[in-house]
């Protein structure tokens, strides 16, 4: 089973940036699906972005155009790069990965979750 350690999050103001990064314990590089997740205090978790064996990703609406999903295959890193950053991004930002190629930013087929990083935005 893959270990995921996130890191990189933290407060920012309105209109910033912050880079999450997801350290994976074995190599994923066209093996793994991964998948950011991100839970507000009383909300469900909700898909942020993925992306899959073949470098294609899909975004959440709600981040489209803000957020990129990167991968540094060498250190078995996956990031994302946060922008133009909003109060109503603020939650705790889990990396997800499943061995298996698929493209969705729902919960169900990503059986290794890390522990979260928090990001808080203030306006």
């Known amino acids: 089973q893959v270990q995921l350690v996130e890191s990189g999050g933290g407060s920012v103001q309105a209109g910033g940036s912050l880079r999450l990064s997801c350290a994976a314990s074995?190599?994923?590089?066209?093996?793994?699906?991964m998948a950011w997740f991100r839970q507000a205090p009383g909300k469900a978790r909700e898909g942020v972005a993925a992306?899959?064996?073949?470098?294609?990703?899909i975004y959440a609406n709600s981040v489209k155009g803000r957020f990129t999903l990167s991968q540094d295959n060498a250190n078995n890193t996956l990031y994302l790069q946060m922008d133009s950053l909003k109060p109503e991004d603020t939650a705790m930002y889990y990396c997800a990965a499943g061995k298996g190629w698929w493209l969705t930013v729902d919960k169900a087929p990503y059986n290794a979750w890390g522990q979260g990083t928090q990001v808080t935005v203030s306006s």
């Open positions: 074995v190599s994923v590089y066209r093996t793994y699906s």
């Open positions: 992306i899959r064996g073949d470098d294609s990703t």
